[in-house]
């Protein structure tokens, strides 16, 4: 193989130059050949061409020869290739994997496009889009969010059409019975010398499935329904245990995971005093960090099975793509 290989590269370095002159051909390489969908065993010479022509089309001296000194060819269509735009840059039109973000948050991401009633909307979490419950439906929405530079109203590129209210337990309750007692105690306390003090909290854990929301862009030409390094969702599908996933996000770009863990109930911590409990989720391994979330979640097939909401140093959770699609009835 490594003297084979050898031959080839050699092959190559005195080829590349012509292959490079022919139409639509945007780069070469030694890879294995591709038959009929499959790798093969094959080393061969691999022309990467912005578009398949098929030969009929094209003169001979265009066409990319079966061999090259004896060596099997093989075209691939890659598409025009550019150069790649940080997450964190503004652009219009947005793919999803870019900065975005609610006027008074930090940065999430553009999860990705989805319809309603025949319009498209961007998707992304809650804590995105709507600050934690705290937005008002027709807030501006920036991108890039306001950590990476969004300022309102140069960057503003859609408004908060709707979200999934998240139910937070540990927050002060509005009780007055309780927040008498805690009163009545608190001032024993203080008249003892103790600088301890007690409050009431909701203890009662409401359950959520999913942290999304959704924005109406400004203008349809502002949004692309592709996602940054990944292309056009293909669809959507289920996750399943076991189950090879990637996604692109604002923070760590294009990573890639494995479904370990399914049916998961979660308790998420949204602030030091407030703790959601989130149950019928997905869980991956570390990919992905904080200004992650809203990221898109999709198969080997670039279909989408989730939203990605939160993680740690080692986990990434995910809501269900299909309790995101009937909670804000959307679909991809």
Do not use: W
């Not at 609610?102 to 709507?130: M, P, W, Y």
């Not at 309102?152 to 908060?160: K, M, R």
């Not at 008249?191 to 400004?218: C, F, H, W, Y």
Request: proline content about 5%; aromatic content about 4%.
């Amino acid at each position: 193989m490594a003297n084979n290989l050898g031959l080839v590269k050699e092959a190559l370095k005195r080829n590349r130059g012509k292959l490079l002159q022919m139409p639509n051909v945007v780069a070469t390489g030694v890879g294995y050949k591709i038959t009929k969908g499959q790798k093969t065993s094959t080393v061969s010479i691999v022309c990467s061409v912005s578009q398949k022509v098929a030969t009929s089309k094209l003169s001979s001296q265009d066409i990319v020869p079966a061999t090259l000194e004896g060596i099997p060819t093989d075209v691939v269509q890659t598409g025009i290739i550019r150069a790649l735009p940080a997450p964190t840059d503004r652009l219009r039109p947005a793919p999803g994997g870019v900065s975005i973000g609610h006027r008074d948050i930090t940065a999430g991401t553009l999860g990705c496009l989805v319809e309603k009633n025949g319009q498209k909307f961007i998707l992304s979490n809650n804590h995105v889009l709507a600050n934690s419950n705290q937005a008002q439906i027709g807030d501006p929405i920036l991108q890039p969010g306001p950590y990476d530079g969004g300022t309102y109203p140069d960057d503003h590129i859609a408004d908060l059409e709707n979200f999934v209210p998240i139910e937070l337990s540990g927050m002060p309750t509005d009780c007055e019975i309780a927040n008498g007692i805690v009163g009545f105690l608190n001032g024993i306390a203080k008249l003892l010398g103790s600088s301890t003090r007690m409050s009431a909290v909701k203890t009662q854990q409401t359950e959520n499935l999913v942290d999304a929301a959704i924005a109406r862009p400004l203008k349809p030409d502002d949004v692309t329904d592709e996602i940054l390094q990944i292309g056009p969702i293909q669809g959507s599908a289920e996750g399943e245990l076991g189950m090879a996933i990637k996604k692109s996000g604002r923070t760590t770009g294009l990573t890639a995971g494995t479904i370990e863990q399914v049916d998961v109930t979660v308790n998420v911590q949204y602030s030091e005093t407030q703790i959601a409990v989130f149950t019928d989720q997905l869980m991956a391994g570390a990919m992905s960090q904080g200004g992650d979330s809203g990221s898109a979640v999709l198969d080997e097939n670039s279909r989408l099975v989730g939203l990605l909401f939160a993680g740690s140093d080692t986990t990434t959770v995910i809501n269900r793509i299909e309790n995101v699609f009937s909670a804000l009835g959307v679909t991809v």
